[in-house]
Nanobody, 115 residues
Framework: QVHLVESGGGLVQAGDSLSLSCVAS????????MGWDRRAPGKQRELVAGITRSNSTNYADSVKGRFTISRDNAKNTVSLQMISLKPEDTGVYYC?????????WGQGTQVTVSS
């Protein structure tokens, strides 16, 4: 079992920056892809960003150029740096990791961007 704990959410104003972090612990074998999803109010969960073990990244079109995902394989952490935040970035952000073909999710952290 892999446990994920996110941190760094909060309330900010449009145009502000915010960083999210997630640390994985437990029975980790070899974490592959790590990423962040979000669920905006009244919408389905969507992929925000993902990163492979070799640091290949992908982003949702809506966040390209504003969000940067990174990871530290030695510490089993993944981070999401967000700049130029918009009200539509509001939502619960979930960290996820793949380990031995199984995906694990964190409990989520709230990000609220006021206009």
């Amino acid at each position: 079992q892999v446990h994920l704990v996110e941190s760094g959410g909060g309330l900010v104003q449009a145009g502000d920056s915010l960083s999210l972090s997630c640390v994985a612990s437990g029975s980790i074998f070899s974490i592959g892809v790590m990423g962040w999803d979000r669920r905006a109010p009244g919408k389905q969960r969507e992929l925000v960003a993902g990163i492979t073990r070799s640091n290949s990244t992908n982003y949702a079109d809506s966040v390209k150029g504003r969000f940067t995902i990174s990871r530290d394989n030695a510490k089993n952490t993944v981070s999401l740096q967000m700049i130029s935040l918009k009200p539509e970035d509001t939502g619960v952000y979930y960290c996820n990791v793949w380990d031995r073909g199984v995906v694990y999710w964190g409990q989520g952290t709230q990000v609220t961007v006021s206009s």
